[in-house]
């Protein structure tokens, strides 16, 4: 029983199951305090609301995962540039929607170049390069209008709208997009070279040149990647919310990076399960919901619930990583033991 545990902290796997297990918990809790809380439509609520940060949360484990301090500041601002620039565009232009969200998806993969070229060609640290492209797109946000922009299209409207039904419940197109972007990053990261390279090079950047990775361009499509998944967040966000404003997304880069960190994925790169950071997500969410029916405590509890939990996290990860060194010194040990012992016969 003892090896079955040690195997199973040393597993991969094994934030995953930590953190599926708590939502399971939170949820269980929930449905015991509050009448109501255990529904298929309150649990396809979570998605419904947190379609965009799923999203989001998904292009920034990519820069978690390729190392090198990968992290990703600027997606909260991406996604405000980007409803932004939806609503400005449908208000003073006569631009098809489509082809509206279609230039929204471009700001995210500029955004995502610029963090990826400074960063891998200057050998630039990613939190200063993304701090910087933040408070350009804030800028830019700003430059376009200082106020809210309501985006009053009806195609656009209708389909912010639309929902499929299961059963007596719903679900909304944004939350179905989120998980179409989960499911896609969980196949390119588990059985694509390119996803296979992502983790290489988080594991050790230098083992991976010297396997004839192109270290650099793996790390720039990472940065794409996140940018644009921040814009095609933002255009859920504003299916949500109808408008552009310059305070849209803001700290939605933290709440980002603890669901990525709560679902598993590693500060250190190299180490992460796409399907955690949903997990992650839906804790945050379902903590907030628990507040929402218990009526009386503040929205800023989540926050504070969701900083212990990723403090908790971050040190469970860093006793998992010694637990993974001592298995592999003893390992070592028995090799050489055994090595010994067959040059001694």
């Known amino acids: 029983m003892g090896k079955f545990f040690s195997n199973l902290v040393a597993s991969p796997r094994f934030s995953f199951y930590v953190t599926t297990l ?46 090198g301090g990968g992290i990703d500041l600027s997606v909260g601002a991406v996604l405000s540039l980007t409803c932004m620039t939806l609503a400005y565009l449908m208000r003073d232009t006569t631009i098809h929607p489509v082809l509206c969200m279609l230039i929204g998806l471009c700001v995210g993969t500029v955004i995502g170049i610029i963090n990826g070229f400074f960063i891998t060609f200057f050998k630039l640290q990613p939190f200063i390069v993304t701090l910087g492209t933040m408070f350009l797109c804030r800028g830019l946000t700003a430059m376009i209008s200082r106020e809210s922009v309501s985006i ?124 955690g950071t949903i997990i992650g997500v839906m804790i945050q969410g379902t903590i907030l919901t628990i507040i929402n029916f218990q009526g009386t405590l503040s929205a800023w509890w989540t926050k504070i619930v969701v900083g212990v939990l990723l403090c908790l996290f971050i040190v469970m990860q860093a006793f998992v990583n010694a637990h993974k060194s001592r298995l592999m010194s003893l390992s070592a040990e028995k090799m050489n033991k055994k090595n010994k012992e067959a040059q001694s016969k």
Not at 50 to 63: D, E, K, M, Q, R
Request: charged share 10%; aromatic share 12%.
């Open 22 to 67: 708590l939502f399971i918990i939170l949820f269980a809790l929930g449905s015991v305090w509050f009448e109501g809380f255990f529904s298929l439509q309150v649990f396809l609520n979570l998605l419904i609301d947190n379609a965009h940060l799923i999203i989001i949360t998904v292009g920034i484990t990519f820069a978690i995962l390729s190392g």
């Open 152 to 275: 009053d299209n009806a195609w656009y409207a209708d389909l912010s709208f639309m929902s499929v039904s299961i059963g007596d419940c719903y679900i909304s197109i944004g939350a179905i997009l989120a998980l179409i972007v989960v499911v896609i990053a969980t196949v390119v990261l588990r059985y694509t070279a390119f996803g296979r390279s992502v983790y290489a090079v988080g594991g050790n950047e230098q083992s991976a040149r010297l396997m004839g990775l192109k270290v650099d361009a793996i790390r720039l499509k990472v940065y794409v990647i996140s940018g644009f998944c921040a814009s095609l967040g933002g255009i859920v966000f504003s299916w949500m919310m109808l408008s552009g404003n310059t305070f849209h997304g803001m700290g939605m880069e933290m709440d980002a990076i603890a669901s990525s960190v709560i679902g598993g994925t590693q500060l250190m790169g190299g180490v992460g399960f796409i399907p």
